[in-house]
């Protein structure tokens, strides 16, 4: 097919004898394979440069060259595909999820994070710290907090300190409660105290 052939031409331009010579015992197979249709997102472009085409696919709303293209780069390990196709998937985007599929949509997320993919890990931590889409576990928001801040985003540092002290601010706020409690039984106490003595006082 024509993509495994732009990948040969490339991995051959950049120095790999195997590729050349597979490209050379092809012969006139290699060029009838060449006049087929061409991909439209060349396979042979920087990750980048093909999820920049892809968005421009995608605003065209040549919205099945858009997919296609972004699940060839995801299946290709390419996180940023992941997270892209993954937003999708999780909000929704007509003409390519007419309706939102969030059990995907997180999965492909998460499985950018795991690749430390810095804002995905952010957006799942905050999904497992809440509870939004995903049943909640601290454990896990915490640790794809701990991927984002380790890029040395800021945000993701600040959140990680947050979560954190987020058990002192509970013991806290426990105790806290306790104290106002128990303040507010003693001051009842306080009062039938007083109400016994005055009941002496006037006898």
């Given at each position: 097919?024509?993509?495994p052939m732009k990948l040969l031409d490339k991995a051959c331009e950049l120095g790999s004898s195997n590729a050349c010579n597979h490209i050379a015992s092809l012969g006139e197979q290699r060029e009838r394979i060449y006049r087929r249709r061409p991909p439209k997102v060349d396979p042979a472009l920087t990750?980048?440069?093909?999820?920049?085409l892809i968005i421009d696919f995608e605003k065209q709303?040549?919205?099945?060259?858009?997919?296609d293209a972004l699940v060839r780069l995801m299946n290709e390990g390419v996180a940023e595909a992941s997270w892209l196709l993954g937003g999708w998937a999780y909000y929704g985007h007509p003409g390519i999820f007419d309706q939102p599929y969030q059990s995907t949509g997180v999965t492909l997320i998460e499985n950018a994070a795991r690749q430390r993919h810095t804002e995905a890990a952010k957006w799942v931590a905050m999904a497992y710290w809440y509870g939004d889409g995903v049943d909640?576990?601290?454990?896990?928001?915490?640790?794809y907090m701990e991927i984002a801040a380790a890029s040395g985003d800021n945000m993701a540092k600040d959140i990680y300190r947050s979560m954190l002290a987020e058990p002192i601010r509970q013991d806290y706020a426990r105790r806290q409660q306790e104290m106002e409690a128990e303040a507010e039984r003693r001051k009842n106490d306080w009062g039938y105290q007083i109400s016994l003595a005055n009941t002496r006082w006037s006898q």
């Open positions: 097919q024509n993509t990750a980048e440069q093909q999820l920049s709303r040549k919205y099945g060259i858009a997919k909640m576990d601290r454990d896990k928001g915490l640790a």
